[in-house]
């Protein structure tokens, strides 16, 4: 017993110490490509399922040259102090985006950023947006902030103050992940919110009764507080079909698109899907 002990304590030190290892090799991947442009945005349509137009999308950061997924380097981006600069990145790209957009003459429509906790502690981030802002001349309303319910976790009353000056602004908040974390719902009348997104498991539950109950009551839910609602994940005709019949109406997810470049996205930007 002892020896099989010990064995054991030598196997998770080896462990740690590939997890080390394995996060100090993408921090420094991170910080490599925050000052070698080594970052890009990939956009994902967010469709009205009523007539299949495209309402919006949301940009999900990617590396270039690395299969890293975002989930597991945004981790070390919060834990090495980077998220901040990284975050930069993505409010400035996408306001190019935008921006774009209207050179080459194409109708703006909203994109959704996800917005790290960590970020609340930028300091002139909002100011950072609202001259980026101004500098290309967008309308406020056409950037939308992605929050999750964690933001509440770290400070509430500076959380909540932040969301107020963005909205200020006009920019627009989503809850993102909508019903992960807190079980209660009480922030909802506390938090400045536009929007809310469904996560993709209650969709995946969607086959038997009770999970339907759950998203029919989730978007009464977002109704009565006035809130759209996006259901993500969306992978397949059946759960289009579902989501219709429960009057959800915005879908985001694989069955119409997986996120892609931004040449494509200014190609199907005015698309609208046979439905
Ligand atoms: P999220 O914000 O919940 O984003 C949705 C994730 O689901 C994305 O993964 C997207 O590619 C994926 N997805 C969309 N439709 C489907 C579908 O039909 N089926 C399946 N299986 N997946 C679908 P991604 O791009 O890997 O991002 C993972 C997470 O990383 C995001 O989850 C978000 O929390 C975070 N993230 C991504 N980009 C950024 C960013 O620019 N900043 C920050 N702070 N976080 C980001
Ligand atoms: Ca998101
Ligand atoms: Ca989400
Ligand atoms: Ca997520």
Known sequence: AKKSGKNQSAFFSKALQNTILMKNKIHDILRNSLNNNGFKLLYQPQVDVSTGEIVGFEALIRLKDHQ??????IAVAEEHGLIKRMGRFVIRQTILELS?????????????????????NDKGIIEYIESLLSEHRIPAKYLEIEITESILLENDSEAIMFLNRLKEIGVKIALDDFGTGY???????????????????????????????????????????????VVEGVETIEQVRLLQELKCKYIQGYYFSKPIEDEQIREIHSKKYDI
């Open 68 to 73: 890293i997924s975002p989930a597991e380097f």
């Open 100 to 120: 774009k957009w209207k050179v080459v003459g194409l109708d703006l429509k909203p994109i959704a950023i996800n917005f790290s906790v960590k970020q609340i």
């Open 183 to 229: 079980s209660s719902l009480s922030y909802l009348s506390n938090l400045p919110v536009d929007k809310m997104k469904l996560d993709k498991k209650f969709i995946d539950q969607h086959l038997n009764e009770s999970g339907k109950k759950i998203i029919k009551q989730l978007i009464l839910l977002a109704e009565a507080f006035e809130l759209d609602v």
